[in-house]
């Protein structure tokens, strides 16, 4: 019985999220950390070496200790590192594997957040035995993670997959990337958000009363309530998404599309009209082949799973 | 010494080429056919066996013969089948490798055109040796053949590398895919005329003098002239490949993308506009790692080489 662990560590602009995995894909404890409180990478790093090394000792994992996988927005599968991020505290090239390899014997393997989250899929998740499936992570941005022929797409630098910066419409919103209209700067937390804000001031009533704090799960409640400019912001998301999405399809014929991370939480909310534009936009050839679905994997531990199954999938 | 010949055939809107290549990728002896003169399927075919034979004889081709590679338009690899090709006088689903199969007792593999010049660029031409990277076939369409890790993506229905029906301006020009905005209606022959005639129209000028006719080679050479709305009509070709080709970068991050066919031989009109946007658009992460680079191989040969590769890349 191979009873091995392995460490998953998801870092995001947030939260850092760390779990201790076991064989059978189960998330045996973990810890969050406030990523933003490290401004120094040294004092981060130091942070993930002790917690790691709580968890192991928690339970006891010595020689079935197995490695660390890692998922981090963009992070570079072949060097280890992390690659000027925008929503890190971190500038410039950072040497994860590198400083991690100084205090851990082990494999370490680190890789973009949302291909963690489509090896995560295909080893635990919604994509088993699937072999041509993109996983779309919804959150403060827009990552993909590509999947062709069983294989994750890295192209040849190890930064393919940033669908999130495919331009759906030229000279269109601002983005993190200093571009202009961006995929995810529609269809992600701050997609909606800004969609929603727009509308307000349409609609002369922003800012909100009380100086409400406008978050995505706040827009989502709106919505559920009936508010029907907080209904008409996810149709605008799930609109662009589509097109994006059907614009993703010529690419890689993919016959599944995974969608991933806070928004896609908002469940129907999110899917119908997303489908409903993804069907309309499609290309004829393409038509009635791509299901759009939700993640299969437990919500709270899914990235940490992602990030395990960078490891996992090696044993 | 292995002195193998095979047959390439490329199927086009305009011109069906067949060609008799040898194991040095020389092509030996060819037939052009008009595409359009056979708009029942059978007689198609039947020129196609007589020709084949005829090129055959010619060389006194028998045991040295080792298949027949076929490009054409929305060819399926795994089927061997076209489907749905909007410029092809046979509707529906034609079943080319197995009509052919009845005829020659060889192996027939077809693809995608642009698939089929991908692997003769990695067999042949200007890819011999990369791994990552993009063929864009500028015809009367716009094709693509993606390569991943050095092997060609064909999705999971064999329909991947539609890049020319990507949507890049929402509710933009009509595109003979029936939808809107595609990347093919703006970058190709069609798109350059439609362009060249728009530019005329807002000046006044169309229809031209003595009614000549507007196609991509005169807009070339009106461009040569320094004819400013010609030379105009290119830079906007450019810009909107530009942007395109930038947005195709994020998914599979290729090292290099090749230009090909008919539109690619106005040379510095069409690759300057189109760097310059490439550049001007290109998401920061991938600055300086993508070369634009016209096709490596002959021209008049290229098609027929492509298709040949199919079957010299399996000897």
């Known amino acids: 019985m191979n009873k091995y662990r392995v460490i998953g560590i998801d870092i995001g602009g947030t939260n850092t999220k ?3 995995v076991d064989a059978d894909g189960v998330c ?10 490290y401004i120094a990478l040294e004092s981060y790093i130091e942070v993930i070496v002790t917690t790691v090394n709580k968890l192991l000792a928690l339970f006891n994992v010595e020689e079935s200790f197995k490695g660390i996988g890692i998922g981090a927005p963009n992070g570079n599968h072949y060097k280890g590192t992390i690659e000027y991020p925008p929503n890190l505290p971190w500038k410039g090239v950072s040497p994860i594997v590198e400083l991690l390899k ?16 489509a090896m995560g899929e295909m080893i635990y998740g919604a994509a088993k035995g699937k072999k041509d499936f993109i996983v779309i992570t919804l959150g403060t941005g827009l990552g993909s993670g590509i999947v062709v022929n069983g294989e994750i797409v890295n192209g040849h630098d190890g930064f393919a997959g940033e669908i999130g910066h495919s331009i759906i419409e030229i000279n269109g919103r601002d983005c993190g990337c200093g571009r202009k209209g961006c995929l995810e700067t529609y269809c992600s937390a701050t997609g909606l958000i800004n969609t929603y804000i727009e509308l307000l ?8 009363v009380n100086n409400t704090i406008i978050d995505s799960l706040y827009i989502y409640q709106q919505a559920l309530k009936g508010d029907k400019l907080a209904i ?10 589509g097109i994006g999405l059907a614009n993703a399809v010529v690419y890689t014929s993919p016959d599944t599309i995974i969608l991933y991370g806070g928004l ?4 129907e ?7 409903k534009s993804f069907n309309n936009n499609l290309m004829n050839l393409y038509k009635d082949k791509v299901r759009i679905i939700p993640s299969g994997l437990k919500e ?3 990235a940490i799973l992602g990030a395990a199954s960078l490891i996992s999938h090696r044993i």
């Open 102 to 117: 100084r205090h851990f014997d082990t494999e370490i393997i680190l890789t973009n957040d949302a291909d963690a989250a």
């Open 264 to 267: 896609a939480n908002a469940k």
């Open 300 to 302: 709270d531990d899914a």
């Open 201 to 208: 001031k349409k609609n002369n009533s922003y800012p909100p």
């Open 269 to 275: 909310m999110i899917f119908s009209p997303t489908i």
């Open 28 to 37: 045996l404890t973990k810890k969050i950390i406030k990523t933003a409180d």
């Open 18 to 20: 760390i779990g201790l």
């Open 232 to 241: 008409e912001a996810f149709d605008f998301t799930g609109e662009m998404l």
